[in-house]
């Protein structure tokens, strides 16, 4: 143990290719921001990295596999990538006030547009709104790599960090879920700003209702996250919610870069 931080990692190797990367780190308190709400900063985040997915995101497949030399560069890189991964989140929960005609209303007079979004709540009595990144290093890291024209492994590692980041959000969704199980609640599908009918610029909202500075977060004047390795998403909590994908409500979902 160091300090309040905990961490268990591990790697295997199988039939020539890499496994699984995991760690875990420790809860923070909960934390009040300057308008009341209460909200939390977790750094318990148990993210498990699948690195033939990562490779399979690469292009290979059964039919074409990465040569040894390709797969000693992948364990050198994943290896080096887990040493730059910093893992943290926060999130809050406020109650919807009004969800209809496709406009979302929360506590404190905040407001989301779109219909899909609006829908997907539907039955929602909560929002629970969350912010997770892997922090700065390793998109520094591919940086510097395409500085050096080593682009190959420029975009391993940066595959590698999607990955791990879409796995912090993974954690951070089941984490709500457990909440709203605890109050016999359920969740519905996550979504974030930018897919489908949800206008990227309301990303300004989000870090309106979150202290995003907590866990070293900024926006753009053009609504992109610093951290790039960053993810918003929204969720809604209640009795009556499922987790249908919001491609059921939608008429557009045929060939939508979106579709889940």
Same mark, same amino acid.
């Given at each position: 143990?160091?300090?309040? &931080?905990?961490?268990?990692?591990?790697?295997? *190797? @199988?039939?020539?290719n890499?496994?699984v990367?995991?760690?875990?780190?420790?809860?923070?308190?909960?934390?009040?921001?300057?308008?009341?709400?209460? !909200?939390?900063?977790?750094d318990?985040f148990?993210?498990?990295?699948?690195?033939?997915?990562?490779?399979?995101?690469? #292009?290979?497949n059964?039919? %074409?596999q990465?040569?040894?030399m390709?797969?000693?560069?992948?364990?050198?890189?994943?290896?080096? #990538?887990?040493?730059?991964?910093?893992?943290?989140?926060i999130?809050? *929960?406020n109650? &919807?006030r009004?969800?209809?005609d496709?406009m979302?209303?929360?506590?404190?007079s905040?407001?989301?547009s779109s219909? &899909?979004?609006?829908?997907?709540?539907?039955g929602?009595t909560?929002?629970?709104?969350?912010l997770? %990144?892997?922090?700065?290093?390793?998109?520094?890291?591919?940086l510097?790599?395409? !500085?050096?024209?080593? @682009? +190959?492994?420029?975009? +391993?590692?940066?595959?590698?960090?999607?990955?791990?980041v879409?796995?912090a959000?993974e954690?951070?969704?089941?984490?709500?879920g457990?909440? +709203?199980?605890?109050?016999?609640?359920?969740?519905?599908r996550?979504?974030s700003?930018?897919y489908?009918d949800?206008? *990227?610029?309301?990303?300004?909202? &989000?870090?309106?209702?979150?202290?995003?500075?907590?866990i070293?977060v900024?926006? %753009?004047?053009?609504?992109?996250?610093?951290?790039?390795?960053? *993810?918003?998403? +929204?969720? #809604? @909590?209640?009795?009556?919610?499922?987790?249908r994908?919001?491609? @059921?409500?939608?008429?557009?979902?045929?060939?939508c870069r979106?579709?889940?």
């Open positions: 143990m160091v300090s309040d &931080i905990v961490i268990n990692h591990y790697i295997t *190797i @199988m039939s020539g890499l496994g990367s995991a760690f875990k780190y420790a809860n923070r308190p909960l934390s009040k921001w300057s308008n009341g709400v209460e !909200q939390k900063v977790i318990n148990e993210i498990k990295i699948d690195h033939n997915e990562v490779i399979q995101s690469l #292009g290979y059964n039919q %074409t990465p040569t040894a390709l797969n000693n560069m992948f364990n050198r890189l994943f290896k080096e #990538g887990w040493g730059l991964l910093s893992p943290r989140g999130y809050v *929960i109650q &919807i009004s969800n209809r496709g979302i209303y929360i506590e404190n905040f407001a989301f219909d &899909i979004l609006s829908r997907t709540l539907s929602a909560h929002l629970a709104i969350f997770v %990144t892997i922090g700065k290093k390793l998109a520094q890291r591919v510097g790599l395409m !500085q050096q024209e080593r @682009m +190959a492994e420029a975009m +391993a590692l940066d595959s590698y960090g999607s990955k791990a879409e796995a959000a954690w951070m969704e089941s984490c709500i457990d909440i +709203a199980s605890a109050r016999g609640e359920k969740i519905t996550r979504f700003p930018g489908c949800w206008d *990227i610029k309301q990303q300004e909202v &989000i870090f309106n209702l979150i202290d995003s500075g907590q070293g900024s926006l %753009t004047d053009s609504f992109m996250m610093i951290p790039e390795k960053s *993810i918003s998403a +929204a969720l #809604g @909590m209640g009795k009556g919610v499922s987790k994908s919001p491609c @059921m409500r939608c008429s557009k979902s045929k060939g979106d579709k889940r």
